[in-house]
């Protein structure tokens, strides 16, 4: 069984899973001699409002760097086994609206990285990298921001490292089985109270849509699983007792989709833990 809480305590293995790309693209033919780069996901703005869209972290970003910031940067220098951060530096007209972000000694001391720079150093890191005749840059396609320059590398190489990020990742190691696991054990918490307060005449969809989110950022993890997805997309206010099912169209209780879901879950979990066992 693993030890969930002792395996969390570390840095996410940020090095570790660029050295497995970066060894996935050299067994498949592709040069040593070149840079992975990677964008995290952008800050977007709901329009006509000061606020940004509900964030979620590029996979491929996340999977290299452990870094939940968006608009921040990677760079993996192959050959020097250098995996460098870039984050978003400090802008002083958000600061008295947003705080102080975090700053490359923090950022440094968090992840699993060599170096730390802000964002505006990024040209000029890829620009110093040593370029051959056979230096690579490795990218995706629509990930690259237009202000960020290859000039200098060999080859821009934008097919491959999609597919070499997502083929490595299937193979989970230690830590991220110790995240799926606390993720779980989350979840199935608030999916067990969402289920108790329908029980209890807790007739809304919306209602127990609020409950279950508010359940995982209590427990300090967002909702991992969706419980629209277990419900409709459409008329969340519904009494649930009138949904219908939108392949056969016949009458579901919710709290019955829940429970299949919960026994998928189930096949996954190291064990099922209760809510003191989460909380202390």
């Known amino acids: 069984m693993l030890n969930v809480e002792s395996i969390l305590k570390g840095k996410y293995p940020a090095k570790a899973h660029a050295r497995r790309v970066a060894e996935y693209l050299v067994s498949k033919g592709h040069p040593k001699d070149g840079v992975i780069y990677l964008e995290a996901q952008r800050t977007h703005m709901i329009e006509d409002n ?14 290299l760097s452990g870094c ?12 020097q086994d250098i995996l460098t951060l870039f ?3 400090i ?9 102080l972000p975090m700053s490359t000694q923090e950022a440094l001391k968090k992840y699993d990285v060599d170096q730390v720079h802000y964002t505006s150093e990024v040209n000029a890191a890829l620009a110093a990298y040593q370029h051959t005749k056979s230096t690579t840059v490795y990218a995706i396609p629509e990930q690259v921001s237009t202000h960020v320059s290859f000039l200098g590398f060999a080859k821009t190489e ?30 199935t918490l608030a999916h067990n109270a969402v289920v108790r307060a329908g029980t209890k005449g ?11 989110r508010n359940l995982h950022s209590q427990w300090g993890r967002r909702a991992v699983i969706s419980l629209h997805c277990c419900l409709w997309y459409s008329c ?11 392949a056969g169209g016949q009458a579901q209780y919710t709290i019955g989709c829940w429970w299949r879901v919960r026994m998928l879950l189930r096949r996954y979990h190291t064990y ?9």
């Not at 000061?50 to 999977?63: A, G, H, I, K, N």
């Not at 807790?202 to 279950?212: C, P, Y």
């Not at 969340?236 to 939108?246: E, P």
């Open 87 to 89: 984050i978003p530096p």
């Open 158 to 187: 934008l097919g491959v490292l999609k597919k070499a990020i997502e083929d490595t990742r299937v193979v989970k190691d230690e830590y991220e089985a110790a995240m799926l696991a606390k993720a779980n054990q989350i979840s």
């Open 202 to 212: 807790q007739e809304r969809e919306r209602a127990m849509g609020n409950l279950h």
């Open 68 to 79: 939940n910031l968006p608009d921040a940067h990677l760079t993996y220098n192959i050959p």
């Open 91 to 99: 802008d002083p007209d958000s600061v008295v609206w947003t705080g």
């Open 50 to 63: 000061d606020e940004p869209v509900l964030f979620r972290q590029r996979r491929p970003f996340f999977y």
């Open 236 to 246: 969340i206010d519904t009494a649930l007792s009138a949904k219908q099912c939108a």
């Open 272 to 280: 099922i833990p209760n809510q003191r066992q989460i909380l202390a």
